[in-house]
């Protein structure tokens, strides 16, 4: 089992920056990769960032050279810094830990508002 605790949400103007992290407890030795999903209201849950314990990255088109997924080789911990945030990023965002070959763990997610 892998517990994941979220923290950074909150609500910023169209325009501004925000910074997520997550922490990975449990069996944290077996996660392949950690990131980050998102559900903006009536939406279907999508990609938004994701990396992989060799630092191999991917990100959801929306939000491509606006957002970077980090990671600490030392601790079991992935971070999301989102500037240029856009309305259309309001959401819930929730941190994945990932077990191969097909175990995804989340967290209870964080609330982000884009708004003037």
């Known amino acids: 089992q892998v517990q994941l605790v979220e923290s950074g949400g909150g609500s910023v103007q169209p325009g501004g920056s925000l910074r997520l992290s997550c922490a990975a407890s449990?069996?944290?030795?077996?996660?392949?990769?950690m990131g980050w999903y998102r559900q903006g209201a009536g939406k279907q849950r999508e990609l938004v960032a994701i990396?992989?314990?060799?630092?191999?990255?991917n990100y959801g088109d929306s939000v491509k050279d606006r957002f970077t997924i980090s990671r600490d080789g030392a601790d079991p911990m992935v971070y999301l810094q989102m500037n240029n945030l856009l309305p259309e990023d309001t959401a819930i965002y929730y941190c994945?830990?990932?077990?191969?070959?097909?175990?995804?763990?989340w967290g209870q997610g964080t609330q982000v508002t884009v708004s003037s």
């Open positions: 449990g069996n944290i030795s077996r996660l392949y990769a």
């Open positions: 990396i992989s314990k060799y630092s191999n990255t």
């Open positions: 994945l830990g990932r077990i191969l070959p097909d175990t995804d763990y």
